[in-house]
């Protein structure tokens, strides 16, 4: 068993990826 500590930093790393993938993806979207 992982400690929680460790489980939620891997969620919140992945989740900040997908942010980053997606606030990323608009600001080009609204740019061009």
Known sequence: ???W?????HFLIGM???VGLIIGALYLA???
């Not at 500590?5 to 930093?9: F, G, I, K």
């Open 30 to 32: 609204g740019d061009l």
């Open 1 to 3: 068993m992982r400690p």
């Open 16 to 18: 900040g990826i997908w």
């Open 5 to 9: 500590y460790e489980t939620l930093a």
